[in-house]
């Protein structure tokens, strides 16, 4: 796994996952072998490539041996960019991305031993290597202060900074990601205790280090979120390296 502000990917064998539903939107590449998302209410899609919005529950069921995940702050440039790149979907779930071929080829070649410019190219290919900037800087201020906090940052707080009523705040955030003000402060508890397991710090470390509750209310939140327990992922010695200045 690899980190960077705004955005993460995993590389690795398949993962029997449950039923979840995400903070941030979430691209998906069956490696060698499609996979199927199931929605409830909804229908089932059949694809090599998707992106799957964030707050949307579903259960993903990989055909082969190898997955990808890039996960893209929800609103983001890249995250607004790499739906367009995409052809098709249906229950709200986008398939096909125009570039799949390439991303597929080069997806079979990352490994944990990949320098890391080739994963970020890779991260490049999928999201069009954009540079536009949000669409709201105050929302991009936003994330940005919530994903470089040392702790969790109440809305009040950081809707006050930005000269802004709480309500205001609120619906401006949702509006603008497509997901909640908490949801997407739960996202950055799990990149700051993803940041500690890189670390070498184990689970109840990590949990204390993403400020939750207790190891369990990690796990549990971990769960609901990626539909498998940290420890379940740990497991399969999981290699995590972060790319960003915060650590």
Same mark, same amino acid.
């Given at each position: 796994? +690899?980190? +960077?502000?705004?955005?993460?990917?995993? *590389?690795?064998?398949?993962?029997? &996952?449950?039923?979840? =539903?995400?903070?941030?939107?979430?691209?998906?590449?069956? %490696?060698? *072998? !499609?996979?199927?998302?199931?929605?409830?209410?909804?229908?089932?899609?059949?694809?090599?490539?998707? @992106?799957? !919005?964030?707050?949307?529950?579903?259960? @993903?069921?990989?055909?082969?041996?190898?997955? %990808?995940?890039? $996960?893209?702050?929800?609103? =983001?440039?890249?995250?607004?960019?790499?739906?367009?790149?995409?052809?098709?979907?249906? $229950?709200?779930?986008?398939?096909?991305?125009?570039?799949?071929?390439?991303?597929?080829?080069?997806?079979?070649?990352?490994?944990?031993?990949?320098?890391?410019?080739?994963?970020?190219? +890779?991260?490049?290919?999928?999201?069009?290597?954009? #540079?536009?900037?949000? #669409?709201?800087?105050?929302?991009?201020?936003?994330?940005?202060?919530?994903?470089?906090?040392?702790?969790?940052?109440?809305?009040?707080?950081?809707?006050?900074?930005?000269?802004?009523?709480? =309500?205001?705040? @609120?619906?401006?955030?949702?509006?603008?990601?497509?997901?909640? $003000?908490?949801?997407?402060?739960? +996202?950055?508890?799990?990149?700051?205790?993803?940041?500690?397991?890189?670390?070498?710090?184990?689970?109840?470390?990590?949990?204390?280090?993403? $400020?939750?509750?207790?190891? =369990?209310?990690?796990?549990?939140?971990?769960?609901?979120?990626?539909?498998?327990?940290?420890? *379940? @992922? &740990?497991?399969?010695?999981?290699?995590?390296?972060?790319?960003? !200045?915060?650590?």
């Amino acid at each position: 796994m +690899w980190l +960077w502000p705004g955005r993460a990917l995993y *590389a690795g064998p398949s993962l029997r &996952l449950g039923p979840h =539903s995400g903070a941030v939107a979430c691209v998906a590449v069956g %490696v060698d *072998a !499609p996979f199927t998302v199931r929605r409830a209410p909804g229908g089932e899609l059949r694809a090599r490539t998707a @992106l799957i !919005p964030p707050r949307t529950r579903h259960h @993903l069921t990989a055909g082969g041996e190898r997955m %990808v995940f890039l $996960y893209l702050d929800p609103g =983001s440039a890249e995250d607004r960019a790499c739906r367009a790149r995409f052809t098709a979907g249906e $229950y709200g779930v986008m398939t096909g991305h125009e570039a799949e071929a390439g991303l597929l080829a080069r997806a079979a070649a990352i490994s944990a031993h990949s320098p890391d410019r080739q994963v970020a190219a +890779w991260t490049d290919g999928a999201t069009g290597h954009t #540079t536009a900037s949000f #669409t709201d800087p105050r929302i991009a201020a936003a994330l940005r202060r919530l994903i470089g906090a040392d702790e969790p940052v109440p809305a009040a707080l950081l809707a006050a900074e930005l000269g802004l009523s709480e =309500s205001r705040f @609120l619906r401006l955030f949702r509006d603008g990601t497509g997901t909640s $003000y908490r949801r997407f402060r739960l +996202w950055a508890q799990m990149h700051r205790a993803a940041r500690a397991l890189a670390a070498g710090e184990n689970l109840t470390r990590a949990a204390a280090d993403g $400020y939750f509750a207790s190891p =369990s209310h990690f796990s549990t939140a971990f769960h609901a979120m990626f539909g498998l327990p940290p420890s *379940a @992922l &740990l497991s399969r010695r999981l290699t995590i390296r972060c790319l960003d !200045p915060l650590v």
